[in-house]
């Protein structure tokens, strides 16, 4: 984080300038001259910034802590699908390798996001395949809705779970 490899560049810049925004109060939908990625991370951040202060560091790790999340579902997803063992494994490689995917979750470039929504959706899923209840498919369905605000890329996990849920608890 300290080389060049981790200097921030123009789009993390972006991002935190925009929660420096949202401390002023100007609020967005989604972000700065798009109309399709929504606006969730620099909402998340300003408690971060207004208690660390804004630093590119401060982004980064934010960043960090966001992969390590998509890690744990990882791990979660793969107690259902491949086994407890096979489940940490699965998650320690994610987390570990390659070696260009560990500098990549040091970026602020809100990759980790749609990531999340997408695992989320598909653990929820697994979940009701397991045992359905109302509260996972409310859960599932906002996370679905803010997967969809994030980014329509979500649906690349989330619509084959969620068929596949349909066509096995109709």
């Known amino acids: 984080l300290r080389s060049n490899l981790g200097a921030l560049d123009s789009d993390e810049a972006v991002l ?14 989604f972000y700065w001259l798009q109309a399709y990625t929504g606006f969730q991370t620099p909402y998340l951040l300003v408690p971060v910034f207004a208690l660390l202060g804004p630093h590119a560091l401060t982004l980064k790790l934010f960043t960090i802590a966001g992969y390590g999340l998509t890690a ?7 107690r ?10 699965g998650a320690l490689l994610y987390w ?3 070696p260009f ?22 653990l929820l ?3 009701l395949q397991a045992r359905p209840s109302r ?17 329509p890329q979500v649906f690349v ?14």
């Open 16 to 29: 935190g300038l925009m929660v420096l925004h949202v401390l002023d109060g100007e609020l967005s939908v």
């Open 72 to 78: 744990i579902l990882v791990w979660r997803v793969g």
């Open 80 to 89: 259902y699908t491949v086994g407890e063992d096979a489940a940490w494994l």
């Open 96 to 98: 570990t390798w390659p």
């Open 101 to 122: 995917l560990v500098w990549w979750s040091t970026r602020a470039y809100l990759y980790e996001e749609f990531l999340l929504w997408g695992l989320a959706a598909l």
């Open 125 to 127: 899923t697994l979940r």
């Open 135 to 151: 509260r996972d498919a409310a859960l599932l369905g906002v996370v679905l809705g803010l997967g969809w605000w994030a980014s």
């Open 157 to 170: 996990l989330a619509l084959p779970a969620v068929a596949w849920l349909v066509f096995r608890r109709r």
